[in-house]
Every structure is written in structure tokens, then in C-alpha cells.
């Protein structure tokens, strides 16, 4: 375990696990601390991790990527939102404002939708969170397979509100736009706080009957949407399943609790509990 | 309610709308209070309102109620469960005297003990606001409270560690890796928990299973917790799952555990369904409990309070239902509630006293999010002062970084920093295992072996790709 004398073995053997995760296993150590290298290499993570927070969606860009997916639905471009946060450092420390769309905003939503606005199944809200970096990567190829689903879709004919993007918002943005655009569920696409290894973690937040004041547990998580993390095809089967199962009984949050038959993450051949295999 | 408080200073008379306000306006500075707008306006009205507060006497926490006892099943927990005789030593005092007292050489750790269950969250809060980060410290490491499950929690001198193996996909072997690595470390005597990366039963019952393995094949004196919704740990106790430890997120109001899904009863039943279980070899502390101030307000159910004394309430519902740990995961909610290093320090060492003062085995995620103002260095402290203060657990994740939450806590390293700075040393049914199996070449050190002890090497042979001549 001491630096610099790993045996052979040790270090195969760490590097092979690293195969299976990101998580920093096998640092090595000098006395029982960080290895000079490991403790810089942190620093580093933290640094940019740090950069990604502040680094900000360019809406427009997003809006040409979403407007380019192929797809039976008519997309129309996003309407461009904001919330009562101007800036980040205001977002930062004020949720609150971040919850509520700017009275600006809000007008557009009157203005741009009929009033009052025709009842649709679904509305999906694009929001920069923590991570713009994550909506600006995983919004459009997710939205992509998620649209093709819903299409393919025998049970119901989804009819979706016109799609929104929200800068400086929290996932309770969506109840708001939710309920101004009349959808009977809202699904929120945000930027999960970046960590140090996952810069770009896409949240999937589904609301039955949104509504200001709603909490947490009116809502369903689909979590860590990103290549390296759920990928875009799964994470959007949870989605629809999890869609159709709160259209059946009317509801979400803690009382829709999340079962199909592959309930549990299947993972690449070959992963298994070596300890005890 | 809403009597009022009031404090003159010189020509200058500060006065304060209820208990609730005063309490808030005495707490130290944190950015939480701020959204809330609940915070001191200025520097000399907080001072001005500690002044206040240190003068109201413990026994008006009895009837001065911050949130009213038809509004809120706690309050009522609360007041219900007050033991008068152990309260009558203490009955006398003011909230300055009592911090007087509580330091004084009087308050042993036997007679702290004692009076446990005559203090009610409100009044270790109010204590807490007047007493600076030394006397949090100073008072917590007076406070011995033991709990056992397979082995021993809590005893003095001794700082156990949650391993927390999470990976985002809760793939099976970068779980096992992660496993593997830390008790090479030395660390799991407090708990093996997982944070599982899809919140549903069967994937918590794999987890479950993958954990109750590992303890098994090894005969490891820990025990394993999946951090799923109280629920769902009721599910699979149903369905025959290896339950440990049962896990809910509280907080210390109504409003807030019901925005969770669970009240007061959900938790009795799963306390009697996890003792039905019959798993603990040392005890039978089978709740696990996290906290945080802040999560109230971010629910819109702190009924005006102020972030830490909900926080405190939270410890009463904790200890109601016999935990083997309960977590403070300070710095995980963000700058909006506790903005920079500062601050979370401060709340660690306050979240920290008021368990131990209330009887509740503390330990403490120190930790924080790359949104605030905070780094490694503030983590180095906040864990040294807690050391100190003989906080009952710390968390334990390969190189500080949590890749399934997102945020840094405590790293295996750091657990044994601080037990090689401190003197201080694991459980000891998991001390003993860590020398029989060869992890540590020291039962009086944490020396850690410099080859894989023989019985993991054994198993190494079945990680993908890896030959055991490898």
C-alpha cells in the first residue's frame, strides 16, 4: 500500500478494477496519506468541477441542437425563459428565485401559448441547473430517444406543450411552466451539481399535475443521465415508463414507486462481486 | 405564543416578536437564515438577542412553543416525552447558566447522561447559540453515548467510519472494488452503506444481498444499510431481504418528513420489523438516521425557525427510535443554506453538540458541493475539531470523491489522519478483525499492510481479467 512499492500484482489488480469504476480506488499512500501526484490530480478535478458551475448555457446553440432531432413530433423552438435569479451568484444562494419564472417570462408564456392555453399530456422543460455543461451535451440525444418512444407509443397518442428552456432554474421551475403551459405532467431536464468525476449529470424530474408549491415528494428521479452514467436509451424507458404508470393512476412522487420487470440496473457481462464469487 | 423578548442596550432597546425570532436572531451567521429572513440584521442585534436569550429561563422552552403542539406531531413528541425528574436538576437554570453549567466541572459524563431526557432540542439549540466553537467541542467530548449492532459504536477514544462504496450504475464490481479498498483502509465499522444509484426495492434487496455477502463470507463485525426510503426497506424486510440497518432522511418538523413520505409511525414500524429480524450479534440499534440543517426551509416547513434549531428537533425524533448512527451530512445542501467553510464548520460542531447533548450517537458527513465556497483545507478542519470533540463516525469514500451524490466528503485516508493524529481508533470487535486479517500489522497503530492480506488475495482471482498469478 506504500507509495512506490506496489507489488506487480497490487497495481494490475487496481488497474483492472478501474475498468468497472471512477471512483478513486487504489491511490497507494505514503504513512496513511495522499501520494503528492493524487493529491494534485484532486486539486485539479476540484478546480474544473468548480469552473463548470459557472460556465453558462448557450441557449441558442441548444435550441438549433433540439430544433435539429429528427423525430414524427413538430418541434418548434423552444421558448427561451429565465427565472427571477439574474445571475449565477444570485442563483447560487437564492433557491427560492430560482423556482419562479421572471415576470418577463411569464408574459411570454401568456403571449406565445393561447390563453388560456390548450390542455396537452406532457411539457418538457429544460433548465441549466448546476451543470449547463449537462443540458447543452444530453438534452438533445436524450430528447431524441425519448420522443421516439412516446411516438411508438400504442397505449396513448402523446400530445406534448411546446418545449421551454429556463436559465438560472430549479427543478421546481417546472411546476410553474407546468402549469402555465396546462399540462397534465412536466418533465424537467436539469444539470445536477457537477462533481469531481461526472461534470455533466444530466436529472430527469417527472411531476404529475404540476403546480406552484408542490415538494419533492410529488416528484420521480431519473438520475446521472450521460454516456459513463444511465444512458439515453434506458434512462428514457424509465421515463416513459414511469409516464405511464402516473397517467394510469394520476399521480407521482413517493406513491408511484418505479417497477418493471428490469427494475434492477443490468450491467456488462462480467460484473460481479468478486469478494464473494 | 409570541410573547415578547427584549434586550436594552444602553439607550438603545432591541426587542424580539416570539421565541422563534429571538432564537433565530442569536444564531451565528449562515446564509440558510438569510434565505429564510429570519437572520440578525445587524452584528450587534445577533450579540443583543444571545444577551436575550441567555437570560430566558430552560423551563420557558416548556411552554413558549415554536410550533404549536396541535400543528405538529414533534412538538408534541416533544412535549409528551419530557421526564420532569430528570429535568429538575437543571430547572433552575437560565440558557447562560446552563452553558455555564454544562462546562463547569459538575457536568460529568454520568450526570450529563442523567438529565438527557429532561432536554428538550429547543433548549440544547438556544444553549448552542451562546456558546462558542471550543465550548461545542469541549461539552460533545463530555458526552458518551453507545450504541451496538455487531460491534460497538460510540466508545471513548474511538472514531468508527461509514464505508461508502456508491458507484452511479450500482454496478456490481466497482461496488466490490470500492468495498475492497476501504477496509484495506481499515474503515466500514460503522456501517457498509450504499446510496443506491435507482431508489426501488428490488434494486435495493441486490444491494442488500451483495453486502450481506461480503460481511458474511468474511466475518466482518460491521453491518450494512441500503439508503432507500423507509418504505422500501419495509418492503424487502417483507420479501425476505437481509436487512441490517433501516435508513430515513429526517427532520424536526411535521411538514418536512411528510414532504419525505414517512411520519412518527412509519418509523416505529420500522424499528420493530428490523428488530423482528433478529440480526444484531453485539445490540440492537437497527436505525440509521441523516439530518442536515437547511432541509426544512427547502421544503417550506420550518415554520419560521431558524435552520439549526429545526435541525435540533430532528436529533429528538432520532433518538425516539434507538439509532445505531444518526449522520449530520453538513455541507451536502449547498451554499443557499450554509454558504462557505466557515459556516459549515460551524454547523458541524453545532449539529454535532446538540445530538450528543440530546443522547443520539453523532457522526458527521464533512463534506461539501463544488457550488460552495469551500475545499479540502475547511474539510481538514472541520474533521480535526470533530475528532476532537469525539464525533462518533465520519464517512470514508475512495479519494474524498462521492461519484454517484456528486460531492466531497471524507476519504479513507482522512479517517486515518485523524485517528493516527488523535490517538484514535476504530471499533474494537472491528479492530480485531482488522489484525486478524492482517490489515493493520498494529493493534496499537493503524500500520497498514503493504501486500493484499491472504484471504482477499484468495479472492482476487475472480475479478474480471484478473489471473490469480496475475
Known amino acids: 500500500m506504500t507509495e512506490g512499492n506496489h507489488s506487480p500484482s497490487t497495481d494490475s489488480l487496481w488497474d483492472r478494477l478501474q475498468a468497472f469504476t471512477d471512483a478513486r480506488i487504489g491511490l497507494g499512500c505514503t504513512g496513511v496519506s495522499l501520494p503528492t501526484h493524487q493529491l494534485l490530480a484532486f486539486q485539479m478535478a476540484h478546480a474544473q468541477a468548480r469552473d463548470a458551475v459557472h460556465w453558462p448555457l448557450n441557449v441558442e446553440a441548444l435550441c438549433e441542437q433540439v430544433m435539429a432531432i429528427e423525430s414524427p413530433f413538430t418541434i418548434e423552438p423552444p421558448l427561451q425563459l429565465q427565472t427571477q435569479a439574474a445571475d449565477r451568484m444570485t442563483y447560487v444562494q437564492r433557491p427560492d428565485l430560482g423556482r419562479v419564472l421572471s415576470s418577463e417570462s411569464r408574459q411570454r408564456l401568456h403571449q406565445q401559448t393561447e390563453q388560456p392555453a390548450t390542455a396537452s399530456d406532457l411539457a418538457i422543460v429544460m433548465v441549466d441547473g448546476l451543470s449547463a455543461l449537462a443540458v447543452q451535451t444530453h438534452a438533445p440525444p436524450f430528447l431524441e430517444a425519448l420522443l421516439g418512444e412516446l411516438e411508438a407509443d400504442e397505449h396513448r397518442d402523446w400530445q406534448l406543450a411546446p418545449l421551454t428552456v429556463v436559465q438560472q432554474g430549479r427543478v ?19 444539470g445536477e451539481r457537477p462533481g469531481l468525476s461526472s461534470p455533466d449529470s444530466l436529472g430527469l424530474y417527472l411531476t404529475w399535475g404540476p403546480c406552484r408549491g408542490l415538494t419533492d415528494a410529488d416528484r420521480n428521479c431519473v438520475s446521472n443521465v450521460r454516456p459513463a452514467g444511465l444512458r439515453y436509451p434506458e434512462a428514457s424507458s424509465r421515463v416513459v415508463h414511469l409516464l405511464s404508470e402516473s397517467f394510469r393512476r394520476q399521480l407521482s412522487g413517493v406513491q408511484l414507486k418505479e417497477r418493471t420487470d428490469d427494475d434492477v440496473i443490468e450491467h456488462k457481462a462480467g460484473s460481479k462481486n468478486f469478494l464473494v464469487s | 405564543m409570541s410573547r415578547t423578548y427584549s434586550y436594552t442596550l444602553g439607550r438603545k432597546a432591541y426587542r424580539f416578536d416570539g421565541l422563534a ?41 416548556l411552554e413558549d412553543l415554536l410550533i404549536p403542539y396541535e400543528d405538529d406531531e414533534i412538538t408534541r413528541m416533544i412535549i409528551d416525552g419530557h421526564d420532569p425528574e430528570a429535568f429538575a436538576p437543571i430547572s433552575h437554570l437560565t440558557v447562560g447558566d446552563f452553558r455555564n453549567w454544562l462546562l463547569s466541572d459538575q457536568a460529568t459524563p454520568d450526570v450529563l447522561a442523567s438529565i438527557r431526557p429532561g432536554i428538550t432540542p429547543e433548549m440544547a439549540a438556544a444553549v448552542s447559540k451562546v456558546m462558542r466553537n471550543q465550548d461545542l467541542i469541549m461539552v460533545a467530548s463530555k458526552c458518551q453515548i453507545q450504541t451496538a449492532f455487531r460491534n460497538t459504536i460510540g466508545l471513548p477514544g474511538h472514531l468508527s467510519t461509514r464505508l461508502q462504496p456508491n458507484h452511479p450504475t450500482d454496478d456490481a464490481t466497482g461496488i466490490a472494488a470500492s468495498i475492497l479498498d476501504g477496509l484495506l483502509y481499515g474503515s466500514g465499522d460503522a456501517v457498509i452503506g450504499i446510496n443506491p444509484a435507482r431508489d426501488n426495492v428490488p434494486q435495493a434487496m441486490k444491494l442488500m444481498q451483495l453486502m450481506d455477502e461480503v460481511i458474511q463470507k468474511y466475518q466482518i463485525p460491521t453491518q ?14 417483507e420479501q425476505g431481504a437481509p436487512v441490517d440497518l433501516v435508513f430515513q432522511s429526517i427532520g424536526g418538523t411535521e411538514a418536512i418528513n411528510s414532504s419525505f413520505g414517512f411520519n412518527l409511525n412509519t418509523l416505529a414500524e420500522a424499528e420493530d420489523a428490523a428488530l423482528s429480524l433478529n440480526r444484531g450479534t453485539a445490540g440492537n440499534n437497527v436505525m440509521y438516521f441523516e439530518t442536515g440543517q437547511g432541509s426544512c426551509l427547502s421544503a417550506n416547513a420550518h415554520h419560521g425557525l431558524d435552520q439549526q434549531t429545526c435541525e435540533a428537533r430532528a436529533y429528538a425524533v432520532a433518538r425516539k427510535f434507538n439509532p445505531l448512527l444518526v449522520n449530520t451530512v453538513v455541507g451536502f445542501i449547498g451554499p443557499e443554506y450554509l454558504f462557505d467553510g466557515k459556516e459549515i464548520i460551524r454547523a458541524g460542531l453545532e449539529d454535532h453538540f446538540c445530538g450528543k447533548l440530546l443522547g443520539v450517537p453523532m457522526g458527521c458527513d464533512v463534506c461539501y458541493t463544488n457550488h460552495a465556497e469551500a475545499d479540502q483545507d475547511d474539510m481538514d478542519n472541520l474533521l480535526t475539531l470533530l475528532g476532537v470533540a469525539g464525533c462518533t463516525f465520519i464517512m470514508g469514500i475512495p479519494g474524498s470523491d462521492d461519484i454517484m451524490l456528486n ?47 491472504e484471504q482477499f488475495a484468495r479472492s482476487l482471482g475472480n475479478v474480471p481479467g484478473v489471473t490469480s498469478n496475475d
Not at chain 2, 444564531?27 to 440584521?41: C, E, K, Q, Y
Not at chain 2, 444499510?225 to 424486510?237: F, K, P, S
Request: proline content about 5%; aromatic content about 6%.
Open chain 1, 172 to 190: 421546481a421551475i417546472g411546476d410553474d411552466v407546468g402549469e402555465l403551459l396546462n399540462a397534465r405532467a412536466v418533465l424537467v431536464l436539469i
Open chain 2, 21 to 61: 425570532q429571538l432564537m433565530a436572531k442569536a444564531t451565528p451567521g449562515r446564509s440558510g437564515d438569510r434565505l429564510a429572513g429570519v437572520i440578525a440584521l445587524t452584528a450587534e442585534e445577533r450579540v443583543a438577542a444571545q444577551m436575550a436569550l441567555s437570560d430566558v429561563p430552560l423551563k420557558t422552552f
Open chain 2, 224 to 237: 450494512s444499510c441500503v439508503l432507500t426510503h423507509v418504505t422500501n426497506t419495509l418492503e424487502a424486510i
Open chain 2, 407 to 453: 460531492y466531497q466528503t471524507t476519504s479513507f485516508h482522512d479517517a486515518l489522519y485523524a485517528r493516527r493524529a488523535l490517538g484514535l481508533r476504530p471499533a474494537p470487535e472491528f479492530e480485531r478483525w482488522l489484525t486478524e486479517m492482517g490489515i493493520f500489522t498494529d493493534a496499537n497503530g493503524p500500520h497498514l499492510n503493504d501486500l493484499i492480506p
